[in-house]
């Protein structure tokens, strides 16, 4: 078996002497980035760089919007590649993927069709925090991209690498951004710019990267694939704050030398669930299991031994706190004998196994003498060492709720450039990015998804508000409306919105068309299905004799109480497919949590209303303390509901915000109702707190399925 120790593809390993700093920024940007576009150059509306989850979803939504759009790859192979895990959704992640379908998405129905494994996380608890995951086959993922992005309409795929933006002097047609400067285009490694009215950055993990092996590092965004540093320098020198953050991959397995007899068999869900709102089946139901070993006290021992043989872990720069190396677990859990693994196939015709959970950063050597210490994998032969990425990202608070630089008119940031972990958070983001960008480009409105309509507006939120220290990742505990925003109700949520904003297409309106009138005709005869306590009683129902009249839809709510024993005395019920009576129970019994949290939404999306003016000087504003003037000026929020949430704001600078606003401005209009109305909706309740930090690890809900 050849040994892939070495990273082939790279260049030579860094020397210590030559590491860039951590954080950089230029608070005096210079003019190298304008440039003139030349007649006769290829002009497109929206430039997308970056062909990973955050840039296929941004170039597919950009040119569903009616916007020319170009993505902008080193190589057609890039499209659709998984660089860590072999598996999307999850906890929080799975609603994610959810609402990029429900907004007519891609990589939920490319899901659907290269799936191995299908799980819904959670399942012993409520819908509103199952997590739907999926173990992928990773060709067929990229395969199955691949074909759906060349054959996009309106979206062109250009092989180049991007080594700079181009921008210009905004001449005022930037609309409510009011960015001195504006975005013209790029300008490729071989010369050529492309003029455009947009440009959506989505690099990953490409942004100045390095990977590290032990003490090796070596330029790259990714095993085999060089880095990209035009574009920091580019951003720096435009202004952006930029810092370091790093992630990691395990290493890869050969299968045929892992012992399973010893092995605990994890299977999917049956039937299988599939991701999109498009398809009632998944494309191969024929699942494949995955498999759980541990780590141990020998394992943690060649950890220990090693920690100071590995630049990853001893450098500052923060790493994801929910998907952590073996080498953080073994440090901050030093008392836990045993870790988890779970050994997840990475395709059906595939040699590799991913053992995720074992991502680590120890010199090859002793990778291979750790792995050889867990139950199963003796003998076990590893094709490739696991490895840790630094790379640059861009402080997000200088993004508006848009995922538009503040800075730059035009200029859209989406993905892990932003300080997010996981293809579900930069899908999440591309789809919000690249309908902003090709309504941008085309002179329409800006749209944005507030914390109330979804959990991709709840990362937009904590991310322009509040800025990153480590890898950003979503958890349901993270969202107040978490009753509402639900996995299984995102097309309810989100796509007749997507729709208004040309987002969603006519095959996706109409299924879901179908489907929401036959939903809400089931929930109408279910509550007009009304009986006195005594027939209900009779029927074998738990409900009491002093009881009112209640409908059948009241009597789902009751423990145990299921359509199907319904079914005998509402008939109906049979005319309705086997999806639109689940969807119909989960309503039913969500019902008054939803409505008590509508209330709190109504109150959100006041706050949400009262616009702050862009240019506001917060160093003007005497009556807030120095370091409520400092956050404020720093995060620049758009509206009052933002401003609440910037750390270290209190409430009453909140009033005294608004105060010098109304003031400032003497149109109280403006603000939806005067300022007698603001002050009310300013020192109403706080948004409702956010509960402990994290439900559970998906580790932990797979774990309690078994």
Not at 129 to 154: C, F, S, T
Not at 180 to 201: C, F, M, Q, Y
Not at 653 to 678: E, H, K, M, T, W
């Amino acid at each position: 078996m050849k040994r892939i120790w070495r990273p082939s593809g790279l260049t030579r390993s860094i020397g210590a002497g030559q590491r860039r700093p951590l954080v950089r920024s230029n608070p005096n940007p210079i003019g190298s980035t304008f440039a003139t576009v030349a007649e006769g150059a290829r002009a497109f509306d929206v430039i997308v760089v970056g062909g990973g989850h955050a840039g296929t979803e941004a170039s597919a939504a950009a040119a569903r919007t009616g916007a020319r759009t170009a993505l902008v790859t080193p190589s057609l192979d890039n499209l659709g590649v998984c660089s860590c895990n072999p598996s999307f959704g999850g906890i929080g992640k799975g609603t994610i993927l959810r609402e990029v379908d429900a907004l007519d998405g891609v990589s939920p129905r490319i899901i659907d069709k290269a799936g191995v494994q299908f799980n819904v996380l959670n399942r012993r608890k409520g819908p509103a925090v199952w997590g739907p995951r999926a173990q992928i086959d990773r060709a067929l993922y990229k395969k199955h991209m691949r074909e759906e992005l060349l054959a996009y309409p309106n979206l062109s795929v250009l092989t180049g690498s991007v080594s700079d933006i181009v921008l210009a002097e905004d001449d005022g047609s930037s609309g409510s951004n009011p960015a001195k400067r504006k975005i013209a285009g790029v300008r490729l490694e071989s010369g050529e710019v492309l003029p455009a009215g947009a440009v959506i950055i989505t690099t990953g993990t490409f942004l100045g990267g390095e990977i590290h092996i032990g003490l090796d590092t070596y330029p790259a965004g990714r095993m085999g694939e060089k880095a990209t540093f035009g574009l920091s320098k580019s951003l720096r020198e435009a202004g952006f704050q930029l810092g370091r953050l790093k992630t990691g991959t395990p290493p890869r397995l050969h299968r045929a030398s892992i012992d399973y007899k010893v092995l605990q068999v994890q299977r999917g869900d049956e039937p299988p669930e599939p991701f999109s709102y498009m398809n009632e089946r998944v494309a191969v139901e024929d699942q494949m299991p995955c498999w759980v070993t541990y780590t141990n006290n020998q394992s943690h021992d060649v950890v220990r031994a090693n920690l100071d043989k590995t630049v990853h872990i001893r450098e500052t720069v923060r790493g994801p706190r929910y998907c952590p190396s073996l080498e953080s677990k073994v440090l901050k859990f030093g008392h836990r004998e045993r870790h988890i693994v779970w050994l997840e196939p990475e395709g059906f015709g595939s040699d590799l196994i991913y053992p995720n959970g074992l991502s680590m950063t120890i010199p090859a050597e002793a990778q291979e003498q750790l792995l050889r210490t867990i139950p199963g994998l003796e003998r076990v032969q590893m094709t490739q060492a696991g490895y840790g990425v630094e790379y640059d990202y861009v402080d997000p608070r200088g993004l508006r709720a848009t995922l538009e630089t503040k800075a730059i008119a035009g200029l859209f940031l989406a993905g892990q450039i932003n300080g997010t972990t996981g293809y579900e958070e930069a899908a999440g983001q591309g789809i919000v990015a690249g309908v902003n960008a090709g309504r941008t480009a085309r002179g329409l409105d800006a749209v944005s998804i507030s914390r109330a309509d979804g959990y991709i507006g709840v990362m937009i939120d904590d991310l322009v508000t509040k800025g990153v220290s480590e890898p950003y990742r979503m958890f349901t505990s993270r969202s107040e409306y978490r009753m509402s925003a639900r996995p299984d109700n995102a097309d309810l949520r989100l796509t007749a919105a997507g729709r208004a904003w040309g987002a969603v297409g006519d095959a996706r309106w109409a299924r879901h068309a179908d489907e929401a009138r036959q939903l809400d005709d089931l929930l109408g005869v279910l509550g007009a299905a009304l009986q006195p306590p005594s027939t209900w009683i009779a029927a074998g129902f738990p409900t009491s004799h002093a009881a009112r009249r209640r409908s059948a839809l009241e009597m789902l709510r009751l423990p145990g109480v299921g359509l199907e024993a319904l079914a005998p005395h509402v008939p109906e019920i049979a005319r309705y497919g086997e999806r639109v009576r689940a969807r119909a129970v989960v309503e039913a019994r969500y019902a008054p949590y939803v409505d008590m949290q509508a209330r709190e939404r109504a109150a959100f999306r006041r706050d949400e209303a009262l616009t702050l003016p862009a240019d506001l000087d917060y160093a003007a504003i005497h009556s807030l303390n120095t370091h409520e003037r400092a956050a404020l000026e720093q995060a620049r929020p758009e509206t009052i509901a933002q401003a609440r949430r910037v750390e270290g704001v209190t409430p009453a600078g909140c009033i005294r915000l608004l105060a010098f606003v109304s003031r400032r401005d003497r149109a109280p209009r403006q603000y939806n109702g005067g300022a007698a109305a603001l002050d009310d909706a300013v020192v109403a309740a706080d948004a409702a707190p956010l509960g402990s930090e994290v439900d559970t690890l998906d580790a932990e809900a797979r774990t309690r399925e078994l």
